[in-house]
């Protein structure tokens, strides 16, 4: 069973840079593509980025697109979400999933991913 653990959270300012990053235990991690999301206090949890197997493809959410880069190391088996020019509204819970449906395509769709991690905080502040 593969156990997705994410760090790099923390607080920072507006304008700011964070990196996250996810590691992947248990499983193959190159079979399966990789998704970023996050929740919001109040609010639902949404999409952020996702990663085919190989990183050939990527997909973002319209909010973070230009500013968040996802990317990933299959020898360390781990993802990464460099997030820059952070907003206030980018304050969430940030959780990793594994997709071992369609490892070739970055869905956007949270059904689509199976093993999901604990999350790690990010707040920015104004």
């Known amino acids: 069973q593969v156990q997705p653990a994410e760090s790099g959270g923390g607080l920072v300012q507006a304008g700011a840079s964070l990196r996250l990053s996810c590691a992947a235990s248990?499983?193959?991690?190159?079979?399966?593509?990789m998704g970023w999301f996050r929740q919001a206090p109040g609010k639902e949890r949404e999409f952020v980025a996702a990663?085919?197997?190989?990183?050939?493809?990527?997909n973002y959410a319209d909010s973070v697109k230009g500013r968040f880069t996802i990317s990933r190391d299959n020898a360390k088996n781990t993802v990464y979400l460099q997030m820059n020019s952070m907003e206030p509204e980018d304050t969430a819970v940030y959780y990793c999933?594994?997709?071992?449906?369609?490892?070739?395509?970055?869905?956007?769709?949270?059904?689509?991913?199976?093993?999901w991690g604990q999350g790690t905080q990010v707040t920015v502040s104004s």
């Open positions: 999933a594994t997709n071992n449906l369609n490892p070739s395509f970055p869905s956007a769709r949270q059904y689509d991913y199976h093993y």
């Open positions: 248990g499983g193959t991690f190159s079979y399966y593509a």
């Open positions: 990663i085919t197997w190989n990183g050939a493809i990527t």
